[in-house]
Structures are given as C-alpha cells and as structure tokens.
C-alpha cells in the first residue's frame, strides 16, 4: 500500500510502527454548531481508511478528538445566553447524530479537550522544564525558535511562517511566531486552575495531549483537512516532538476542501450546506458517492447536478443488485467457470479495486471498477444465458464486498428491499401467466398492454418459441 506523506511530499509505502496494527487520529470538530458538507467530506475519509484497513486484515485504532473550548464555543455560547459547556455538548451530541446518519462508524475513542487539561498542563510542563516554553502573565507560549524542524510539514521559511500565521499582535512575545498553549482566563470565561494560574489550553495542545494519551508518542497516520496543515498541525509537531524526541506521526493525510461556486465550504465564508440538511434531501449513500467521487486529494465542488448524478449512479447499482441478488446461491467452484467474460470481469474489478484503494486510497478509481463491472453485468444479463450464471453470483459477491468498503450499499435497506424485489418478481409472474392466456386466447390488445405497460416500467419482456422471460432494463 502506499500513501502520499504530506510531510515528505510523496508517495510512500505504508508500513506501520507495529505491523499489522495500526493507530490514526483524525482532528475532529469544534463544536460550536452543526457540521457542513466539508466538515463531512474530511471525516468520511478517515471512515474510508479506516474501512478499508480493516478490509486489508489491519487492527486499527481511531481516535478523532472534539474541541469542546475554544473562543468561538465561547463567543457563540454568549450570543445564544448558554454556557459554554452546555453549548458544546448539544453539538457534540449532534455530530455523533449526523456522523451516524452518514454512516460514518464511531472511532474507537472520541476524546473531549475539557476531559483532558490534566495531560495538557503535563505536557505543557514538561515543554517548560526543557526551555521550549515561557510564561507571562498566566499565559504560556511555546519557544518556535528552540525547534530547529519547524516548518518542515508545512515547508515553509522562516519569514513565510510569519506571513501565513495570523499572529496576534503581542508585544510580549519573544517571537511572533510563538504560540500560545495556555491561555489566561478573561473576566467571564470558562477556566482550569493550572500552575501558571486559572485559564484554558490553546486548540494546538490539545491535539498533542489527546493523540498521544490515547495512541502514544508516535502515531501511524494523522489526518485533517488541509487547512490544517499550518499552523495547527505544525504546531502539533513542534510541541509533540520537542517534549518526546521521536516523530510524531508517520504519516501526514490531508484531504482537500470541498467548494461551492468555487470557493472553499466553510462556517465563515457562509456558504455552507449543513450535513443534516443534505441527508434530509438525499439518501446515506447518495452523499457517500458523491463525497468519494473525487480522490481526497483533490477539491470536489458541491452542486445540484454532481448530487443528480450520484444519485443515478446509485440507482444503477442498486438495480443491478437486487437483480443479482436472486443468483447469490448460484456460486460455483471457479475453476468450473473461470474462462466466461464475466468471471473475468469479476476478477479485474477486484484487481483495480484493489490497486486504486492501494494507492493512496483513490475511491474515484474505485468507484469506476465497480460501475465498470455493473455495466458488464447488465450485458451479460440481457443475453439470458443460463452459462453467465455463476459468473452473476460472484459478480454479486464482488459488488457487495467492495460497497460495503465504501459504505455505498447498505445491507439492512437492501435485505428489506429483497423481499420488495421477490414480491415484484412474483407480480411480475403473475402478468406473464396472465398476458400468456390472452395470447392462447389470441386478445393480442391485452398481451400488448401488459408488454408496453411492463416496458413503462422499466421491465423488458421477450418471448421466444417455447417461452417468456423479462429483465430490468438499466439504463
Ligand atoms: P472545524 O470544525 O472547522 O475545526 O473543522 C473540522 C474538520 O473539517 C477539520 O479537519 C477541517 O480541516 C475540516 N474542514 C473544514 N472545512 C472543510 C472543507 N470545506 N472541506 C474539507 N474539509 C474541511
Ligand atoms: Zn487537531
């Protein structure tokens, strides 16, 4: 497997600290209101990574924090005349609730920033103790300078991180491109008592602490959205690496933003699409499709016609499912069907699947393997060859396994739409019964009218000498 390495700039092999195991945290959200659709673009692709090392036989530990403190939890709590904590834990619980609607499965730990100031105050302490950090005035900033590496995920000098920073005028700092991990209280603020005195940690420690109380000091794979990278994540490093003297993670992922109008989503631009309302337009796994449909690496534009098109893309592949599904008991030994072109099919579908999540997880290639093999499908389906058979039940198995990775085919909505498609078949039947005996009683008007009205229902009748048999039509 490989995966690009933002820190290196490229594509690396993927091998984790402990093989066969491996740890990921993934920057969760500051909960201040409900996510939108970028929000969920970033956090279904760390669902699909996930997904997918479990698929490759990993034991995986995910870990993806809340910030539950923070200036705009506290600027937003004020507004609203709630407290902070109040306001912060309404929408944690509503990202849980929307994560779930989006089929995104909890990770194994969600760790909240206000359970964790003991570990932050210890790792700010212990930065203290090594001269990387200095308090004034209650608050404690992080010496930039004592880290020769900083800069080096984000590749920026000196003098470029000081353009990009959106440093605070403060005068006090010995740089400005300190930072600061412990902020003092202000009259009315939510605060911790610390060594330093009574105040709250700054958004960067709180990463640091989190990931490496629950995962370690060093990590497999962090991820974010990459407006992430700096300074948030450099911080992360700096902070990390200079308390432990080991890397922090391995592997740096950073998916790229979802746009609307070509602009990036976001809560201060005020373009955003909230997640809970595109779910009560669109189906799970129409919005799952159309999160993946690009690499991650890639921006993805959001708009009405992207969505339609997604949405036929699932209708295609759920009807080419539910058809399959009646030749599920159908599988034979390969090895008795191996040469059919639809056996073959089956086999190089797997193979890219395989090769496009293998490199650098690319779901829009895989996207294109999977609806390569409906399309396939559907022609060997419309030659009515009693030979294509086996080949339809490991198409159905191959189509399964692979959707489920992605979390585009959901077993539960299908296994109650299966018993839909065996009452349609058995309707169907009884049309055919019926159109039969107005042929045998030459009413060609009746045998018509159920031929043409089947066809209105995208159901393809064909009679030959002996007998009457029908497909879908998919378009
Ligand atoms: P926030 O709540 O702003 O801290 O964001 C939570 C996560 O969503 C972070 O990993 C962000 O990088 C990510 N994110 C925010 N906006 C977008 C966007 N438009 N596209 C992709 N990811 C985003
Ligand atoms: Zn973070």
Not at 269 to 282: M, P
Not at 341 to 361: G, I, N, S
């Given at each position: 497997m490989k995966i690009y390495n933002s820190l290196n700039r490229r594509l690396e092999d993927f091998e984790p600290l402990t093989p066969e195991q491996v740890t990921i945290y993934s920057c969760g959200p500051t909960v201040?209101?409900?996510?939108?659709?970028?929000?969920?673009?970033?956090?279904?692709?760390?669902?699909?990574?996930?997904?997918?090392?479990?698929?490759?036989?990993?034991?995986?530990?995910?870990?993806?924090?809340?910030?539950?403190?923070?200036?705009?939890?506290?600027?937003?709590?004020?507004?609203?005349d709630m407290s902070a904590k109040e306001l912060a834990h309404q929408n944690g619980e509503a990202y849980f609730e929307d994560s779930q609607r989006l089929g995104i499965q909890p990770a194994d730990v969600h760790p909240k920033a206000t359970e964790h100031i003991?570990?932050?105050?210890?790792?700010?302490?212990?930065?203290?103790?090594?001269?990387?950090?200095?308090?004034?005035?209650?608050?404690?900033?992080?010496?930039?300078?004592q880290f020769a590496a900083y800069g080096k995920l984000s590749n920026r000098k000196p003098e470029d991180l000081l353009a990009g920073a959106r440093v605070e005028i403060d005068e006090r700092k010995e740089d400005p491109r300190d930072f600061d991990m412990w902020k003092a209280a202000k009259p009315g603020e939510p605060y911790w008592d610390s060594p330093w005195g009574k105040g709250r940690p700054g958004w960067h420690i709180e990463c640091s602490a989190m990931a490496m109380k629950h995962l370690g000091e060093t990590i497999d794979i962090h991820a974010g959205g990459e407006d992430l990278m700096f300074p948030h994540h450099e911080n992360e490093i700096a902070q990390s690496e200079l308390a432990t003297g080991v890397p922090f993670a391995r592997y740096w992922m950073h998916v790229a933003f979802l746009k609307i109008d070509g602009k990036r989503m976001g809560k201060s631009?005020?373009?955003?699409?909230?997640?809970?309302?595109?779910?009560?337009?669109?189906p799970t796994e129409v919005i799952r499709h159309f999160l993946i449909s690009a690499h991650y690496r890639h921006p993805l534009d959001y708009n009405q016609e992207s969505l339609t098109k997604s949405e036929g893309a699932l209708r295609r592949l759920n009807n080419c499912l539910d058809t399959l599904k009646k030749y599920e008991g159908d599988v034979v030994k390969p090895s008795e069907t191996a040469d059919t072109?639809?056996?073959?099919?089956?086999?190089?579908?797997?193979?890219?699947?395989?090769?496009?999540?293998?490199?650098?997880?690319?779901?829009a290639q895989a996207l294109g393997a999977i609806f390569t093999l409906v399309s396939e499908v559907n022609k060997a389906l419309s030659t009515i060859d009693e030979a294509v058979i086996p080949g339809l039940a490991h198409a159905y198995q191959a189509l399964t396994e692979t959707c489920q990775v992605l979390g585009i085919y959901n077993m539960e909505t299908q296994n109650e739409d299966g018993d839909n498609v065996e009452q349609r078949d058995e309707l169907v039947k009884l049309l055919l019964e019926i159109r039969q005996d107005a042929r045998n009683r030459k009413d060609w008007e009746t045998s018509d009218k159920i031929r043409d009205r089947l066809k209105e229902l995208n159901i393809q009748i064909q009679d030959s000498h002996h007998n009457t048999t029908w497909k879908l039509i998919t378009k």
């Open positions: 201040y209101d409900y996510i939108h659709m970028g929000n969920a673009r970033t956090a279904l692709v760390t669902d699909i990574i996930r997904r997918y090392l479990l698929y490759k036989g990993y034991n995986v530990k995910l870990v993806q924090n809340l910030t539950d403190i923070d200036d705009k939890i506290i600027k937003r709590a004020a507004e609203l003991r570990e932050m105050i210890d790792l700010i302490q212990i930065l203290i103790d090594k001269g990387a950090a200095y308090v004034i005035d209650g608050s404690v900033y992080y010496r930039v300078h631009e005020k373009n955003f699409i909230l997640l809970r309302d595109a779910l009560d337009h669109y072109p639809l056996q073959h099919a089956v086999h190089e579908m797997k193979a890219q699947f395989t090769q496009a999540m293998d490199t650098d997880f690319n779901t």
